[in-house]
């Protein structure tokens, strides 16, 4: 395998994101194609290789000064296991758009693991934080 990571909009694959999130992601069922497009045009965006097939991707949405947050983690599943995730996740730490930020967050289920080996660690000040959450968006 020949990984390549880059932050080349114009090499991903918007159809195979879409399909992805579209039918087998729990955050974004449903979600409409020119909704990931839009996404995808206003974050930055990270994605793996091999050779020229995606196998990874996820986007950054950040001011690239004080704030980011991680969005769209995917490693196709059969590409899981390979440690294909760690490349992505150095990539993004490595990416100068969140360089200098003071907050960097990000929502998991299931690889909090992963993210704890680059300084993720549960919400300092949960007290503080609210949201907005309104998970039949999509429907």
Same mark, same amino acid.
């Given at each position: 395998?020949? %990984? ?24 974004? /069922?449903? #979600? ?11 974050? *930055? ?27 769209? *983690? %995917? *490693? ?5 296991? /390979?440690? #294909?995730?760690?490349q992505l996740m150095q990539a993004v730490m490595d990416h100068p758009s969140v360089a200098d930020v003071r907050r960097f967050t990000l929502a998991t289920s299931n690889a909090h693991g992963l993210y704890e080996k680059f300084g993720f660690a549960p ?17």
């Amino acid at each position: 395998m020949n %990984i390549e990571v880059s932050d080349d909009k114009q090499r991903l694959d918007i159809d195979k994101i879409h399909r992805f999130l579209c039918d087998h992601s729990t955050w974004a /069922q449903g #979600i409409s194609k020119p909704l990931v497009e839009t996404s995808i045009e206003h974050s *930055v965006c990270i994605a793996a290789y091999d050779d020229e097939e995606l196998i990874a991707f996820c986007r950054i949405i950040t001011d690239c000064a004080t704030f980011a947050n991680l969005v769209d *983690v %995917i *490693v196709w599943p059969e590409y899981q296991g /390979q440690g #294909i995730a760690t490349q992505l996740m150095q990539a993004v730490m490595d990416h100068p758009s969140v360089a200098d930020v003071r907050r960097f967050t990000l929502a998991t289920s299931n690889a909090h693991g992963l993210y704890e080996k680059f300084g993720f660690a549960p919400l300092h000040k949960p007290d503080t934080f609210m949201e907005r959450y309104r998970p039949d968006i999509y429907s």
